[in-house]
């Protein structure tokens, strides 16, 4: 009588239940193979197919809207685009805006409209870029010719050595009701005699001066320089080289002059009542 452990009957129950749970473990991995995709990139093409099948059909749901509107489809708009840094084409010299064509007359009328001092031949013909002197006073004839027909007020007129658009004398009256002289720029009878002896002598020195009008000149002299009227000019090759005394480009621009030739003949002037 041979003898088996008492063990055996239990060791082979537990052979089976491992078997067993080896096999449903294995089957339910076959499952879960079968349902995922082949290639992990297939899931993310099938989003971006549903995604573009989706823009498709909302750009054709557009399109149909635009065709039933009349209005253009979007393709066909062109877009331009501007580099960074680049820079728009310089807008045209002369070119129309809001219905008013600007020809070189009217710029040139522009620019001494805006100028509240006489502008030289040179500046002008650079600011509107003309050809030549001649060309320029030809354009200021044509242009007053048009004041002149039109009973304007104005002219464009020769100043300082150069050009600057002034109303007519006859407007005067007018004229000084709306403008009120400041107190600085009205000239004292002293600085009126001064300032005609240096304008009608000059280059003069300050001895000249005082011997013409009996006193001592040097306050009103140097008022006259400091509102601009009148300017050292050199010295005098006399004995102690005393400084000489003439008239400013301002002084011409006060008193309406071109240059000194346009003075008024001393033999014009009235004599004082």
Do not use: H
């Amino acid at each position: 009588m041979s003898n088996q452990p008492s063990d055996v009957p239990q060791r082979d129950q537990d052979i089976k239940e491992f078997e067993t749970a080896t096999e449903a473990i294995q089957a339910g991995e076959e499952q879960a193979a079968e349902s995922l995709p082949d290639d992990p990139c297939d899931e993310s093409a099938q989003v971006e197919a549903s995604d573009s099948d989706a823009m498709s059909e909302e750009s054709e749901k557009v399109e149909a809207a635009g065709d039933e509107a009349g209005q253009p489809q979007g393709g066909d708009e062109e877009i331009e685009f501007e580099a960074p840094g680049s820079k728009k084409p310089a807008p045209q010299l002369f070119a129309q805006e809001e219905g008013v064509e600007a020809t070189v007359e009217s710029a040139l009328e522009a620019v001494l409209f805006a100028s509240d001092e006489p502008l030289t031949e040179a500046k002008l013909i650079s600011i509107v870029e003309l050809g030549s002197p001649k060309q320029l006073r030809d354009i200021i004839d044509t242009l007053n010719a048009k004041y002149r027909a039109n009973n304007n007020a104005f002219r464009i007129e020769r100043i300082a050595g150069g050009y600057q658009l002034l109303t007519l004398g006859v407007y005067n009256a007018w004229l000084q009701k709306l403008v009120r002289v400041r107190t600085d720029s009205k000239l004292s009878q002293a600085s009126i005699e001064a300032l005609a002896i240096i304008a009608y002598k000059q280059p003069v020195i300050r001895a000249d001066v005082e011997a013409i009008r009996g006193v001592a000149s040097g306050e009103v002299i140097r008022a006259l320089m400091f509102k601009g009227l009148v300017k050292i000019v050199g010295r005098a090759e006399i004995l102690g080289r005393p400084m000489l005394y003439g008239t400013t480009k301002k002084f011409l621009e006060v008193f309406g002059l071109n240059s000194l030739k346009d003075l008024p003949k001393i033999e014009e002037l009235k004599k004082p009542q």
